[in-house]
């Protein structure tokens, strides 16, 4: 009797292992599907698709080939269900934007740090006054670029899909023009 039960039992662990293992998911919607926890390795693929597509969009290759634009990155929000450190992700995107050398950065969320820094060094006595760097002489940035992470989970059928989509834009600072905007979709299913 124990033997015919742990027969049956080991059958049945066989059976729901080849099941398991032969289950699979059609992309309708262009998504890539990702099977597991959604990682950095996602994460960086969504970055390179979506600075690929903003260098290759035609308002970008319309622009001088002597003008490289200067762009600041806004904060990339994070609207998903999950902790997702988004200030990485920007400092990903900068890193990739100036990798591709057309564009250059503003660090905006230095710039109050730096002001204090010049003030300290041009108002103190410990060094040449004549040597000071005069804060004030840098370049605006012509584009902001901003965007933001957002998840849907469905639950069907002992089945759990999350959709992650990146949406980013980037905006002309002068005109307040969308100059160029993608989205990116991930799909998990665990």
């Known amino acids: 009797m124990i033997k015919k039960s742990s027969i049956l039992?080991?059958?049945?662990?066989?059976?729901?292992?080849?099941?398991?293992?032969?289950?699979k998911y059609k992309n309708i919607y262009g998504a890539e599907t990702i099977n597991g926890s959604f990682s950095s390795k996602q994460l960086e693929?969504?970055?390179?698709?979506?600075v690929s597509s903003m260098v290759t969009a035609s308002s970008m290759l319309e622009?001088?080939?002597n003008k490289i634009p200067i762009?600041?990155?806004d904060s990339i929000k994070?609207?998903?269900?999950?902790?997702?450190?988004?200030?990485?992700?920007s400092r990903k995107i900068g890193k990739q934007l100036l990798l591709m050398g057309k564009f250059s950065l503003?660090?905006?969320?230095n710039v109050n740090h730096i002001r204090h820094k010049f003030n300290y060094q041009n108002n103190s006595r410990i060094g040449d006054p004549s040597a000071a760097i005069n804060f004030g002489?840098?370049?605006?940035?012509e584009y902001m670029l901003y965007g933001k992470l957002t998840n849907l989970?469905?639950?069907?059928?002992?089945?759990?899909?999350?959709?992650?989509?990146?949406?980013?834009?980037?905006m002309d600072l002068k005109t307040g023009l969308i100059e160029w905007s993608d989205e990116k979709e991930i799909k998990k299913i665990n």
């Open 78 to 89: 994070n609207d998903t269900s999950e902790h997702i450190d988004m200030e990485s992700v």
């Open 153 to 170: 989970e469905n639950k069907t059928n002992n089945v759990n899909e999350i959709n992650y989509k990146m949406i980013m834009r980037l």
């Open 71 to 73: 762009i600041f990155i």
């Open 45 to 50: 693929s969504i970055i390179k698709n979506m």
């Open 9 to 23: 039992m080991l059958l049945v662990i066989i059976n729901l292992t080849a099941c398991q293992s032969n289950l």
């Open 63 to 65: 622009l001088p080939a």
């Open 137 to 141: 002489k840098q370049v605006g940035a």
């Open 106 to 109: 503003i660090d905006e969320s």
